[in-house]
T-cell receptor, first 116, second 114 residues
Framework: DTEVTQTPKHLVMGMTNKKSLKCEQH?????MYWYKQKAKKPPELMFVYSYEKLSINESVPSRFSPECPNSSLLNLHLHALQPEDSALYLC???????????????FGAGTRLSVL | GESVGLHLPTLSVQEGDNSIINCAYS??????FIWYKQESGKGPQFIIDIRSNMDKRQGQRVTVLLNKTVKHLSLQIAATQPGDSAVYFC?????????????FGSGTRLQVQP
């Protein structure tokens, strides 16, 4: 099973709203990722968590706040977003073992976010 | 800066033909590469990967070729089917930097004509 589950599938929010995106995996993976994907563009890395600690923040604005409550869950808290933040937000996970030469990331289906 | 990119944004093939999707990378430190398939409304799906110590790897109906001399990666799909229609991304990883992150190329849309 290589399933990464993201909720909700679709989200519409105003610029003053606070919302959260959720991601869950039960593959025992210890690395989890948030990506942002605009239409007809490749995914762009936002955050990486390794063993529940934030290891990479790609200079993401503070209106995006990640959280990793445990090894299976990853959240992305949203506050005061702008219309240009509308995009597909993808979560991924991988084994994250330094001894491995591979880093296959398995992706969820994403949350389609629209900011009005 | 250095990046992973693709030569062709759209590739149209007839059903049953073989497809070749190309990717150029410029970072010589890249040591691991992955091909992903992304269908409309879905997240990227892992297809096949290859390490930099290999030049060819085969899967079911797919083959990835790596030419480190010219920093070129290709994905070959045999007997292309309508279900292969999607956007294909190559992605690279530089494991020796300790950076557990993938950098994606710009993508190629594969259209399979019946």
């Amino acid at each position: 099973d290589t399933e990464v589950t993201q909720t909700p599938k679709h989200l519409v929010m105003g610029m003053t709203n606070k919302k959260s995106l959720k991601c869950e995996q039960h593959m025992g993976h210890r690395a989890m990722y948030w990506y942002k994907q605009k239409a007809k563009k490749p995914p762009e890395l936002m955050f990486v968590y390794s063993y529940e600690k934030l290891s990479i923040n790609e200079s993401v604005p503070s209106r995006f706040s990640p959280e990793c409550p445990n090894s299976s869950l990853l959240n992305l808290h949203l506050h005061a977003l702008q219309p240009e933040d509308s995009a597909l937000y993808l979560c991924a996970s991988s084994q994250d073992r330094a001894a491995l030469a591979k880093n296959i990331q398995y992706f969820g289906a994403g949350t389609r976010l629209s900011v009005l | 800066g250095e990046s992973v990119g693709l030569h062709l944004p759209t590739l149209s093939v007839q059903e049953g033909d073989n497809s070749i999707i190309n990717c150029a990378y410029s970072n010589s430190a890249s040591d691991y590469f992955i091909w992903y398939k992304q269908e409309s409304g879905k997240g990227p799906q892992f297809i096949i990967d290859i390490r930099s110590n290999m030049d060819k790897r085969q899967g079911q109906r797919v083959t990835v070729l790596l030419n480190k001399t010219v920093k070129h990666l290709s994905l070959q799909i045999a007997a292309t089917q309508p279900g292969d229609s999607a956007v294909y991304f190559c992605a690279e990883n530089m494991r020796n930097t300790g950076r557990r992150a993938l950098t994606f190329g710009s993508g190629t849309r594969l259209q399979v004509q019946p």
